[in-house]
């Protein structure tokens, strides 16, 4: 009987240890838990700088890595789109001058066989205005004429 009664008691102490080792992971992991939600909560909010400040210990280690590394690529993409937006009025620009640029070469391509019939028919030059930044220029060597010199005239 005093045997039992050992058994019971080392048993009840057993017991009790283990609950107690039981409430304490249930308080380790509430606080990881709101340790995420913390996190959560502040990168809602705009702090992008956020992470969870969890250790290897935490039974929650794994969810934080997870999610310190998502909140990093994250971070990191939004440094993207904010350079992006940077560059946005030069990409434009560029956009602009390219078209500038491609009208520049019809123009040029229409009004060169213009110029070389003039020569060949020793006519004035007559090439239309096309409302491109070569206007100014058609506008001096229109009315003009093109010819090659004889050899007396050189």
Same mark, same amino acid.
């Given at each position: 009987?005093?045997? !039992?009664?050992? #058994? ?14 039981? #409430?304490? *992971? ?9 340790? #995420?939600?913390?996190?959560? /909560? !502040? #990168? ?5 700088? =956020?992470? /969870? ?5 935490? +039974?929650?280690?794994?969810? =934080? /890595? ?6 990093? !690529?994250?971070? !990191? ?8 937006? %940077?560059? *946005? ?6 956009? &602009? ?13 229409? +009004?060169?066989? /213009?110029?070389?019939? =003039?020569?060949? &028919?020793?006519?004035?030059?007559? =090439?239309? %205005? ?17 010819? +090659? ?6």
């Amino acid at each position: 009987r005093a045997d !039992r009664a050992e #058994v019971i008691a080392s048993l009840e102490h057993a017991i009790a240890e283990q609950g107690q080792a039981i #409430v304490e *992971q249930k308080r380790l992991l509430d606080l990881g838990i709101e340790q #995420v939600l913390q996190t959560h /909560v !502040r #990168v809602s909010n705009g702090d992008f700088n =956020a992470r /969870v400040p969890l250790t290897e210990e935490s +039974v929650l280690w794994p969810i =934080a /890595v997870s999610l310190n590394n998502l909140l990093s !690529r994250f971070q !990191r993409l939004r440094y993207l789109e904010d350079e992006m937006q %940077k560059l *946005q009025p030069q990409i434009q620009q560029a956009r &602009m001058l390219d078209h500038e640029f491609q009208q520049m070469r019809q123009e040029i391509a229409r +009004v060169i066989p /213009v110029m070389r019939e =003039a020569r060949a &028919m020793q006519r004035p030059i007559r =090439a239309r %205005k096309s409302g491109t930044i070569l206007d100014p220029l058609l506008s001096e060597i229109n009315d003009n004429y093109l010819f +090659v010199p004889t050899l007396e005239e050189r």
